[in-house]
């Protein structure tokens, strides 16, 4: 199966060498967000269950849960299979703007290094370089991850058994909205920010620094194997870096309004450091299938774009 799928991935021209030719603006962008946004999607599908659980283990009373499978088992039993799909319509009516945004702003990070250096296109970026390109697609990303990521947040957790307060994603932003205006929707924004920043400088640059040692050199693209790996380790490095983070803005984003000082003392006062990395095995379990995912359907709706335009 990887085979034919690397077969198929070899015949579509390299985005790499596409990028090298000059395009129109608009073009370039067309196919940044069409592509981010067929990755997100991939991300979504695959992911979604582990983060369900990452999220309710999270803002759990302790002794709700008595770890990841437990969180499984209870969602199952009162909701069905389709419970650790709850709050799937959030991200998934999210994921087209959001990585099409955070994989055009990696683009226009790039190209902002390459210009600050006198880098020519075909010029090779330092790790260093592609960390500071991957930190600023956080940045105008963030924008539209902390609403989403308050909505998705919200719907996660009212299934594990709070009581039913909202009807779906547009239901819970209306409600926000009438509760606390436009800063109650994007309460935990500057930690949304605080973790996509060096999340994402840690995500790209470990991915390709990745594809590129896994690549054979004498390959015209990269391998369905290589962008699999990459991919799956760019998302492990990233939670790794910022889980704390992580979960300060679940807290932030489903509770009372509290600063960030509040959750921090809570959270250490009620668990010590472990109470920071809760639901750090379902993030992890969940990030190599779910980035692997994300990163072979950018490439590979990037390569299949350039056959196209």
Not at 77 to 90: D, E, I, P
Request: glycine share 12%.
């Amino acid at each position: 199966m990887s085979d034919a799928v690397d077969t198929v991935l070899e015949s579509i021209p390299n985005p790499a060498a596409v990028l090298d030719t000059p395009k129109s603006s608009f073009i370039s962008n067309a196919k940044s967000f069409a592509s981010g946004g067929f990755g997100g999607i991939c991300a979504v599908l695959v992911g979604h269950p582990f983060d369900l659980v990452k999220v309710r283990m999270q803002t759990a009373a302790p002794g709700v849960y008595k770890g990841a499978l437990d969180v499984v088992k209870q969602t199952i039993a009162k909701s069905g299979a389709t419970g650790l799909y709850a709050g799937v319509g959030a991200p998934l009516a999210g994921v087209t703007p959001i990585f099409a945004v955070s994989f055009w702003g990696y683009d226009v990070g790039k190209r902002l290094v390459r210009q600050y250096h006198g880098y020519d296109e075909k010029a090779q970026l330092s790790t260093t370089d592609m960390a500071i390109a991957g930190f600023f697609s956080a940045v105008p990303m963030t924008i539209l991850t902390a609403p989403f990521e308050r909505v998705k947040v919200l719907l996660q957790i009212q299934g594990s058994g709070s009581e039913k307060k909202y009807n779906g994603s547009f239901d819970v932003m209306r409600k926000l909205y009438q509760e606390g205006g436009l800063r109650s929707v994007f309460r935990g924004s500057f930690a949304t920010l605080a973790r996509d920043g060096p999340g994402s400088a840690a995500y790209f640059a470990t991915y390709e620094i990745l594809k590129k040692k896994l690549t054979p050199e004498d390959a015209e693209a990269p391998p369905l194997s290589a962008i699999i790996m990459a991919g799956g380790s760019a998302g492990i490095a990233m939670w790794t870096l910022v889980f704390p983070i992580d979960t300060i803005k679940s807290q932030l984003q489903s509770g009372e309004a509290r600063s960030l000082s509040q959750v921090c003392s809570t959270l250490y006062r009620n668990g010590g450091i472990k109470a920071f990395f809760p639901g750090i095995g379902p993030a992890l379990l969940r990030s190599f299938p779910a980035n692997a995912a994300t990163f072979a359907g950018v490439e590979f709706a990037g390569r299949f774009l350039d056959t196209l335009i």
